[in-house]
C-alpha cells in the first residue's frame, strides 16, 4: 500500500528564517507530486507540481522553491519566511498517466506558524 | 478562467436533517467535478467524482449529479451523522493546464449537533 509522510508535523520559525518541509512517498513508482497551501479553514491553494524527477513546475509565486531529489522525495523551501507564509502546507500524490480524472491523495500535512 | 463557487461557508445542521451543499463551477471544457472532505486535524480525502452528465454518484451515504445544464454539482446527504462535521470542498480539474491541477472552492464547513 501507498504511504505518504510529511515532516515536520509542525513547525514554529520567526520572519525572515529559512524553511524547509519534507514529503516521501512510499509504494508508489512515479507518481505526480503536489504542494498544496491552505490557510486555517481556508480552501486549498496548489502551489507546486512535478510529474519526474528533477522537474517541478510553479503554479503560484509566493517567494517559495520546491525540488524533487528523488523519485519518492518532493521538497517545499524558502531562504526567506514571511508572516503570510503561515498555513497548513499539504503534500499530495496522484498516480502517474491518469488524466483528469485522478484523485489526489493527501498527506497529513505540516502547520506553519510563522511569527 | 475555471473556477468553483460554494456559497455556503458554515452549515450548522441537527444530527438526522437533510443537508445540501451548493457548488457551481465555470469552465470552457468539458467538466470533471470533485467533492473532498477534511475533518479536523486529518488529511483531504475524496469523498466523490463525476465527469457524467444527470448520473447521481454515492458514497458513504452522499450523493451528488452533474448538472451541465445548471453547472452544478450540489452534495447531499438525506440524514447527517455527528461524524460528518468535517470541511467541504468541492473542486473542478482544470483541462487546460497540468496534470492534477484542481480549482477547490472555498469550502464548506459542516457542523452537526446533537
Known amino acids: 500500500a501507498q504511504t505518504i509522510h510529511q515532516w515536520p508535523v509542525a513547525e514554529i520559525k520567526a520572519v525572515g528564517s529559512p524553511l524547509s518541509l519534507g514529503c516521501t512517498i512510499k509504494?508508489?513508482?512515479?507518481?505526480?507530486l503536489y504542494w498544496y497551501w491552505q490557510a486555517t479553514g481556508g480552501t486549498l491553494q496548489q502551489l507546486f507540481y512535478s510529474i519526474t524527477v528533477g522537474q517541478v513546475e510553479s503554479v503560484v509565486q509566493l517567494n517559495l522553491s520546491a525540488s524533487r531529489p528523488k523519485d519518492d522525495q518532493f521538497i517545499l523551501s524558502t531562504e526567506k519566511l514571511l508572516l503570510s507564509h503561515s498555513g497548513f502546507y499539504l503534500c499530495a500524490w496522484s498516480p502517474p498517466g491518469q488524466g483528469r480524472n485522478e484523485r489526489l491523495f493527501f498527506g497529513h500535512g505540516t502547520k506553519l506558524s510563522v511569527l | 478562467g475555471d473556477s468553483v463557487t460554494q456559497t455556503e461557508g458554515l452549515v450548522t445542521l441537527t444530527k438526522g436533517l437533510p443537508v445540501m451543499l451548493n457548488c457551481t463551477y465555470q469552465t470552457t471544457y468539458s467538466p470533471f467535478l470533485f467533492w473532498y472532505v477534511q475533518h479536523l486535524n486529518e488529511a483531504p480525502k475524496l469523498l466523490l467524482k463525476s465527469s457524467t452528465d444527470n448520473k447521481r454518484t454515492e458514497h458513504q451515504g452522499f450523493y451528488a449529479t452533474l448538472h451541465k445544464s445548471s453547472s452544478s454539482f450540489h452534495l447531499q446527504k438525506s440524514s447527517v451523522q455527528l461524524s460528518d462535521s468535517a470541511l467541504y470542498f468541492c473542486a473542478l480539474s482544470d483541462w487546460g493546464s497540468a496534470l492534477g491541477r484542481l480549482h477547490f472552492g472555498a469550502g464548506t464547513q459542516l457542523i452537526v449537533i446533537p
Open positions: 509504494g508508489k513508482s512515479s507518481p505526480n
